[in-house]
């Protein structure tokens, strides 16, 4: 197992958000967690990078407990959680965006690399590396965020709904590229509103509700669990 989370607790102030979570997530995984707004998806993910401490429970990456590092050692361990496509700096160019994911990377050589990967990986960031990253539109600020954080050469990546606000051809090219991003031997947590399209990518699912885990089970039979349908699928087969 690449993490283990063992009944972990969260609470803002006085109120418990998370009630005793367990995940597994192995090496080459994509595994995502659905739920509705509310039940904890991004504390969780918050929590597995350091943002926000937990009151009680374990998160073992590689068997090694991290719950109590710092936000910046836990990236130092190669787990990064890409912000928010809106979180990127629009004062800044694309390519002064990148480089400041760069900030734990100590070699010239891979770093070039790095962004070399990238620019592959999102062809329009290199069109674009010069531009304010203000001027991007929504679909490309969303890459640039996901690029961000892969210039930190994380074995572990978290994507916070990696597919709001876009049109769901920009969303289905996000989604491609991360199966390449996997491909090439990231592991995944994926949170995501749209059930279907996450549990097309993904290799296991958990559902969430009221900050705990309700059902855990292989994508492919999520996909055809009713409860699942009926809840998360829109309560038809689709398109
Ligand atoms: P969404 O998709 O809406 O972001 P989520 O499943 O990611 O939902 P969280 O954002 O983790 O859920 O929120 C879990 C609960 O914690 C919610 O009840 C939310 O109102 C509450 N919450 C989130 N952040 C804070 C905070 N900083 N202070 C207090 N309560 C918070």
Redesign the pocket.
Known sequence: MILEVRKLQVN??S?R?LHGIDLAVRQGEIVCIL?A????????LNTLCGLVRPSSGEILYNGKPIHRLPAFRIVEQKITQAPEGRRIFGTLTVQENLDLGAFTAKNRDRLKSSLEWIFELFPRLAERRSQLAGTLSGGEQQMLAIGRALMSNPRLLLLD?PSLGLAPVLARQIFRTIREINASGVTVIL?E?NARIALKLADRGYV?EL?KIVMEDSASALLENPDVVQAYLGGGKGK
């Open positions: 803002y102030g109120v958000v739920g707004n509310g039940a904890g998806k991004s504390t969780t709904e949170v509103q969430m900050g």
